[in-house]
């Protein structure tokens, strides 16, 4: 079966449920990303956000089936279930990075070894921008963003919600001074760890202008992880929390704040080979 890139994107996003005994709960966004070992090999684990499982004692997600030909089976589902959670999350070594994943090669290993075939697609490392594509990128470029915002999805058919939008601040610098971008797209509760990606399926321009008509572009960006509100008072907030619904004192401003992707390599160093 042939799949077109944001089909095989769709195949990449998990929604992530939390729980713990007071009882409270969480719902946001994780992506299957793969750490490159060698030509042959990759490390496969779940990105999302520290705020979306802090806390929490037990995880949920949902995997797609494949049949014997490796064809999804959009229709039938395998449930995953992690117990003591806390135990299965590698989180970023700053405490101001909001960003953490955990190892997926462990269930990938008990599907193959139970008999049930699992469809998914990873984000390789080859889709985070090259200096040479950073070079080519305006202060304003469209957007893809993926996820479940509000924790909304297609149940039947465990497909996640796609939005698009554009950068708001430019991909190549630091957004004061963090290792973070602006964009401009629909941010909500639910949304916290979606991937977003530069997507130009037909063409773009260069900097220089030049023309790249019908030349296809997708590029990993980053990580959403919040998004600046108005407070009551009129001030502005960055709030690095989308998994609560938006309270009346605080106005979305309809712009989200992205991690950049290239901090998830500094999460190579906690999934060894033999963690994985």
């Known amino acids: ?28 966004t994780g992506f299957i990303f793969s750490f490159k070992i060698s030509e042959n090999e ?11 499982v802090a806390g929490m004692t037990t995880g949920r997600f949902v995997m797609s089936l494949a049949d014997e030909n490796n064809n999804p089976l959009d229709t039938q589902h395998f449930p995953v279930v992690l117990g003591k959670l806390q135990g299965f999350i590698r989180n970023h070594p700053s405490p101001e990075v909001d960003l953490c994943a955990l190892p997926l090669g462990s269930i990938i290993n008990h599907c193959k070894t139970s008999g049930i ?53 430019h991909p190549c610098l630091d ?33 220089s202008g030049k023309s790249m008509l019908g030349s296809q572009r997708t590029i990993l960006i980053g990580i959403l992880y919040g998004g600046p509100q108005h407070t ?10 989308l998994q609560q ?8 401003n309809n712009l989200g704040a992205v991690i950049k992707a290239e901090r998830i390599l500094e999460l190579r160093s906690q999934f060894q080979p033999f963690n994985n």
């Open 1 to 28: 079966m042939i799949l077109s890139v944001t089909e095989q994107l769709c195949y990449s996003t998990v929604r992530i449920e939390c729980s713990n005994d007071l009882p409270q709960t969480s719902t946001g």
């Open 42 to 52: 990759s490390i496969p684990i779940i990105v999302t956000n520290k705020h979306v």
């Open 117 to 169: 075939r699992i469809f998914y697609r990873s984000i390789p490392e080859e889709l985070m921008p090259t200096s040479e594509q950073l070079n080519e990128l305006t202060a304003l470029e469209d957007i893809l963003m993926i996820g479940y915002p509000n924790g909304i999805w297609d149940t039947v058919n465990n497909m996640p919600i796609l939005r698009k939008g554009v950068t708001a601040t």
């Open 175 to 207: 957004y004061n001074g963090k290792k973070e971008i602006m964009i401009d797209a629909a941010c909500f509760p639910g949304s916290s760890g979606s991937p977003v990606l530069i997507y130009n399926p037909s063409g773009y321009l260069t900097k």
């Open 232 to 241: 009551a008072t009129g001030q502005i907030v960055i709030a690095p929390s």
């Open 245 to 252: 619904p938006i309270s009346v004192s605080k106005i979305p």
